[in-house]
């Protein structure tokens, strides 16, 4: 079955460590995505690409990083610059980001916990 | 101002009831509307999509959009237990070339039986 895998599903980072939250899609999807959600909160885009070797900063982008190698593949690495990283990650793909008419699927999160 | 608005929760509503979410956006270029479903603990999952005026309906679900008020609802008839979640409105705005969901804060639902 086509879909977003991310893993893992629960990740412990301590103080000053930098971590990758893993997002494989087969679902042939040009554009990808990266989500923050905090409890009780919307979600907050921190990357998305549209291409492969190609991606752009969301609006809250500061302490994290990404890369876009492969088409199937879209890594968020969260760094130690990002000071309040406890969150609810998700990920997302859609078949192409200049189409109005698709929504996003999503996989089913990373919950990262500060420790 | 924020890009998109959803009535203030908790809603909490009888079993069988109609529940009614509402939803504001600032942004006229906005041309797609999405309804997405959230279990506690869970990832979005997208239940309802709208890109004309008007109502569409889905089964239990109808989504109404109105493009002149900037205004997309949710309306869920019958409602059950099941139906207990944060529903979260999505508007698909011009991003130069690309075309991003913008997502609302969510309004959480409780069906009481």
């Known amino acids: 079955d086509g879909g977003i895998t991310q893993s893992p599903k629960y990740l412990f980072r301590k103080e000053g460590q930098n971590v990758t939250l893993s997002c494989e899609q087969n679902l042939n999807h040009d554009a990808m995505y990266w989500y923050r959600q905090d409890p009780g909160q919307g979600l907050r885009l921190i990357y998305y690409?549209?291409?492969?070797?190609?991606?752009q900063k969301g609006d809250i982008a500061e302490g994290y990083s990404v890369s876009r190698e492969k088409k199937e593949s879209f890594p968020l690495t969260v760094t130690s610059a990002q000071k309040n990283p406890t969150a609810f990650y998700l990920c997302?793909?859609?078949?192409?980001?200049?189409?109005?008419?698709?929504?996003?699927?999503f996989g089913s999160g990373t919950r990262l916990t500060v420790v | 101002q924020k890009e998109v608005e959803q009535n203030s929760g908790p809603l909490s509503v009888p079993e069988g009831a109609i529940a009614s979410l509402n939803c504001t956006y600032s942004?006229?270029?906005?041309?797609?509307f999405f309804w997405y479903r959230q279990y506690s603990g869970k990832s979005p999952e997208l239940i309802m999509s709208?890109?004309?005026?008007g109502d569409k309906e889905d089964g239990r679900f109808t989504a109404q959009l109105n493009k002149a008020s900037q205004y997309v609802s949710l309306l869920i008839r019958d409602s059950q237990p099941s139906d207990s979640a944060t529903y979260l409105c999505?508007?698909?705005?011009?991003?130069?070339?690309?075309?991003?969901?913008?997502f609302g804060s969510g309004t959480q639902l409780t069906v009481l039986p």
């Open positions: 997302a793909s859609s078949i192409e980001s200049g189409e109005w008419n698709y929504g996003y699927t």
């Open positions: 709208i890109y004309s005026n």
């Open positions: 942004d006229r270029g906005s041309q797609s």
């Open positions: 690409s549209q291409i492969v070797n190609d991606f």
């Open positions: 999505a508007v698909k705005t011009p991003r130069g070339s690309a075309r991003q969901l913008t």
